[in-house]
């Protein structure tokens, strides 16, 4: 109904009289109607019925002014992909257009123009009236038209203005910044969260995730918003759109129950009759459903947000990695997306046998993936065409760009992203209207025609593509002497190896070692400073079973080596005890051969999951396993040191004199030096528990201005010193060797239990020497070289050895001086 604010009437009857009538959905809107229109034919009448008479006729006609702008659309929008949204506006008073009815609703709208149409939308216009006008540091100089919308928002709460106190009402207002007042403006509850948030909109965001509202617009936070998405975006957001309030008494007009996607609470004057009378998107006017019609289809839109994935993997060739991945959803219908097209950033696009396109699997098992096309590389250009992927509106999909990577001798990187110097990078065309989807905004870049296509790109994913890996098996620098190994315990170290990885990570699959004996019955494989093994070496483990050859093997590598750093590997033996087959007197030398049938040592790279290639003998490192050397070049076996199985074991043997080193020299028939020995304890009882027998020492004295009575040495067990061997002198005086031989045989017990120990005693007559400085000492000396024996003989109840693995060269005994 038109309501009369005011009417002025001139006396001059035969002149057009203007009229100022407000709109059914404006309160200010001015409606010029000419008398003449009006009234014709009468001439001079009272002016009383003058005046009722055209009040009549501006009525009617100002009625049905405002019923045909109300069933018209704007002219630009019943085929836009917003245009149903636009409508929703419109039909309730919130917008109202240009004067040459149109909307445009592809331009960008300022951040006054939105709070404008927000305040309409979340009012109906309710709290419009005077109020402070000045509430921001930018509203100076000759006031504005949107000065008091603003500041009665920011007394809402809708907004606050900049950090500089300034509102900025003409610049253009970006996606975030239009969520943010929406969302606050419908008071609509934002999500609650102990950790403040990353950006300052995202928990706007997340409400507008949850409305689907990202479906219609772009995501991209700093996008220049325009009028038609303003209208979806109000839509989709699900508030309670008002419409325009009328005054008391006034009729409703026919856009007050509209067909729209969201439909406004019913309060006060706007509750609707029990059978509405309501306006069908083509005009007519019903009370009942729009039957024939057909809504329009609006044009399908794609949206595609890169995802930043750091500085991607690393790899020495490998297949299915990841280069480019990205989301991408269908709005308004679904669409069939058709070619994609990517640049090379960085690398070399001839260094991949294969390009596809994947829908990752949901369980990240890259083998499960779906392939939806493959690459065709041109130049620089990767192209994926004639692709046939379905979009479906509103579900969004992970997508990724995969390569084969082949193994390369040099490192690079390689890295690809959207072309977007391209007008056509992406290309899709909707499901249901079969129309093509064009024009593509780039990281929200102006558009200069009506882009249908959103793409918001990160960072690349770059790929380090690595030279082959290889690995290199040598002796440890450290090596390791010759071991007395006892049967039935866990030996010393036999073996230390380095492994070196150069390229990439290696994984050692298996470890072949030979050189061992059936006394043996497995291998420890520990890392140096480690105290648990990392491996056991069988021989039950080696394919074919070979004698003396333990291997050590796993699909998911026994051991893992860094690239270019070294690992030290140190191997010990477990031995049987003789009752389990042991043998006393076997000899060990571990090994690694150089043969590349049948090698020593299988790996892999870590990264390229390539198995490592037998050295082929030449000076080039191309993901090879290398033995014996720290540089390429031909293999050469790696030989440890020679053990010798023992069923008893001297474990010590140490100087035990009561006499300190610095005491007078003796006279006469004395002790020249006592030692004791000392057995390990074992578990080697088979045809008897095994002892430690002495048969031979050989002591070193040195006699300086001392003599010794010839055929005087004798050697004595300290429990029993009245049976005592006789022993031979090389000398009586200087560097005099004393052989004590055919210990065994004798009366004299030299025998150790196992655990136990013996003290020996060195005797001889000493004679009046020179005059000077009187030195005497004996010694035990060369008592742990195995490649120089004979200073110490024994036997282990089995088998006689002729030298001690007791970690020392010599033993000395007291020096006597004065």
């Not at 499960?368 to 999909?397: I, N």
């Not at 004393?738 to 120990?757: E, K, M, R």
Request: aromatic fraction near 6%; glycine fraction near 10%.
């Amino acid at each position: 109904m038109c309501v009369f604010l005011f009417l002025k009437i001139k006396q001059r009857t035969n002149t057009e009289q203007n009229i100022y009538m407000p709109s059914p959905k404006r309160k200010s809107t001015r409606y010029e109607c000419s008398l003449s229109a009006c009234v014709t034919g009468w001439e001079r009448v009272r002016v009383r019925f003058m005046h009722r008479l055209l009040r009549t006729c501006v009525l009617v006609a100002c009625l049905a002014v405002a019923l045909t702008a109300s069933a018209e659309a704007f002219r630009d929008t019943p085929r836009h992909e917003y245009g149903p949204q636009v409508e929703v506006l419109r039909e309730r008073g919130i917008v109202r257009g240009y004067p040459d009815g149109r909307f445009r609703p592809d331009h960008t709208i300022t951040r006054a123009e939105f709070l404008k149409i927000l305040t309409l939308a979340v009012t109906g216009g309710a709290e419009e009236g005077p109020g402070e006008e000045v509430c921001f540091t930018d509203f100076r100089g000759p006031p504005q038209w949107y000065w008091g919308i603003a500041c009665r928002a920011k007394e809402r709460g809708i907004i606050s203005g900049y950090a500089d106190g300034t509102f900025r009402g003409g610049k253009p207002v970006t996606t975030a910044e239009a969520l943010k007042m929406s969302v606050r403006g419908w008071q609509l509850p934002l999500p609650i969260s102990v950790e403040p948030p990353r950006h300052w909109y995202d928990p706007y965001y997340v409400v507008a995730e949850k409305q689907g509202v990202f479906v219609a617009i772009p995501h991209y936070a700093g996008h220049l918003l325009t009028r038609g998405e303003t209208a979806a975006l109000f839509v989709a957001l699900g508030g309670n759109i008002a419409s325009v309030s009328l005054p008391a008494g006034s009729s409703p007009s026919l856009s007050e129950s509209s067909l729209s996607p969201v439909a406004p609470e019913a309060k006060g004057d706007e509750s609707s009759a029990s059978s509405p009378r309501i306006r069908c998107p083509d005009g007519r006017v019903t009370s009942g459903a729009c039957e024939g019609y057909k809504d329009p289809v609006a044009r399908g839109v794609i949206r595609i947000e890169q995802v930043s994935s750091g500085s991607g993997e690393t790899t020495v060739g490998g297949d299915n990695m990841p280069l480019v991945a990205f989301d991408i959803v269908a709005g308004n219908q679904d669409a069939l997306l058709t070619s994609l097209t990517f640049r090379r950033i960085r690398g070399d696009l001839g260094a991949t046998n294969r390009f596809r396109l994947v829908l990752p699997d949901g369980n990240r098992n890259r083998e499960l993936d779906l392939v939806l096309g493959d690459g065709v590389v041109q130049g620089d250009t990767l192209l994926f065409r004639d692709l046939s992927v379905r979009l479906a509106q509103g579900m969004p999909q992970r997508m990724e760009v995969r390569a084969d990577v082949r193994p390369v001798n040099t490192e690079g990187v390689l890295a690809i992203g959207f072309a977007t110097d391209l007008p056509d990078y992406v290309q899709a065309h909707g499901t249901v209207d079969h129309r093509d989807i064009t024009g593509i905004q780039t990281n929200g870049a102006p558009c200069t025609v009506v882009c249908r296509i959103t793409v918001t790109t990160a960072p690349e994913r770059s790929l380090t593509v690595r030279s082959l890996g290889s690995l290199f098996v040598t002796q440890n620098a450290q090596t390791v002497p010759s071991r007395q190994i006892l049967l039935g315990t866990r030996s010393d170290p036999l073996l230390r190896l380095t492994f070196r990885a150069a390229a990439e990570d290696v994984l050692v699959t298996s470890l072949q070692i030979g050189g061992g004996t059936e006394s043996i019955s497995a291998l420890e494989l520990t890392r140096d400073g480690g105290t648990q093994p990392f491996a056991i070496a069988r021989v039950s483990q080696c394919s074919p079973l070979l004698s003396g050859v333990f291997c050590a093997l796993a699909s998911d590598g026994i051991l893992r080596v860094p690239r270019d750093q070294e690992i030290v590997v140190i191997i010990r033996a477990l031995l049987k005890a003789d009752t389990e087959g042991g043998r006393s007197g076997d000899t060990v030398s571990l090994t690694l051969t150089s043969a590349t049938d049948g090698p020593a040592v299988l790996a892999r790279g870590a990264s390229s999951q390539k198995t490592l290639a037998q050295n082929n003998g030449d000076t080039v490192n191309d993901g090879e396993v290398f033995i014996g050397l720290a540089v390429p070049g031909g293999n050469i076996p790696v030989v440890g040191p020679v053990h010798d199985a023992v069923a008893a074991k001297i474990l010590s043997v140490s100087k035990n004199s009561v006499d300190a080193d610095g005491a007078s020299v003796p006279a006469g028939m004395a002790t020249v030096g006592q030692f004791r020995f000392a057995a390990a304890a074992h578990r080697n009882t088979s045809q008897g528990t095994k002892r430690v027998a002495l048969t031979k020492l050989v002591f070193t004295v040195s006699a300086v201005n001392v003599s010794f009575l010839s055929d005087s040495f004798v050697l004595y067990n300290t429990a029993d010193s009245s049976r005592q061997a006789a022993c031979q002198e090389s000398s009586t005086t200087g560097q005099i060797l004393v052989t004590c031989s055919n210990l065994g045989t004798g009366a004299v017990p030299f025998t150790i239990d196992p655990g136990g120990s013996i003290d020996v005693a060195l005797r001889g007559q000493l004679t009046a020497g020179s005059t000077g400085t009187r030195l005497l000492q004996a010694t035990l000396g060369n008592v742990g070289d195995r490649a120089n024996p004979g200073t110490i003989e024994w036997e282990d109840g089995v088998y006689p050895f002729q030298w001690v693995d007791i970690g020392e060269s010599q033993v000395r005994g007291t020096l006597y001086r004065n």
